[in-house]
């Protein structure tokens, strides 16, 4: 019962979230902490700097990590299949649309009102994570930074990364 309550809970999410997995962090921390309790919001935050930090997009790793806490190999399986599976069919029904209607104004003016609203979505998530990641000075002072490194000094962020790893390594010990 787990798995397919696992599979029906990342399908909403992944098919009623618009945006980037980063606008999907909010509804999937409503669902993973306070709805079922499979995370607390501590481990929320650490799985998301974890799936950040792995290769491939952050919710998938999101999913397959939630699934496989949850249930094992089944749950990650049928959590990252829940993700994946509806948006994609959406996206091809979305994008035979979109080709053919993509001069409509109304279309444009959609979408024109979507981008906003899309970005909300995210830092509203950004938000709720912020309250977890710097709950005392050292992650604000450890948010700064990387925050000065990669958007006023364009650090790669694999290094913004690692040096927040060295960072956690001396100051959280």
Do not use: C
């Amino acid at each position: 019962m787990a798995v397919l309550e696992l599979a029906w809970v990342f399908a909403r999410v992944g098919l009623f979230t618009f945006g980037s997995g980063y606008a999907m962090l909010g509804l999937l921390e409503r669902e993973a902490v306070v709805r079922h309790a499979w995370l607390s919001a501590r481990e929320f935050a650490d799985v998301v700097a974890i799936a950040e930090v792995t290769p491939g997009p952050i919710m998938v790793n999101m999913a397959t990590f939630v699934g496989y806490k949850v249930a094992r190999v089944p749950g990650a399986l049928m959590a990252t299949l829940g993700l994946v599976l509806p948006p994609i069919l959406a996206i091809l029904v979305i994008a035979v649309l979109y080709l053919r209607f993509r001069q409509n104004r109304l279309l444009e003016a959609a979408l024109a009102g979507l981008r906003p609203v899309v970005l909300a979505l995210i830092l509203a998530a950004v938000l709720r994570l912020g309250r977890v990641a710097m709950a005392d000075w050292r992650g604000l002072v450890l948010f700064v930074a990387a925050l000065a490194a990669a958007a006023a000094f364009q650090v790669h962020p694999i290094a913004v990364a690692l040096g927040g790893v060295v960072a956690g390594l001396a100051l959280f010990r």
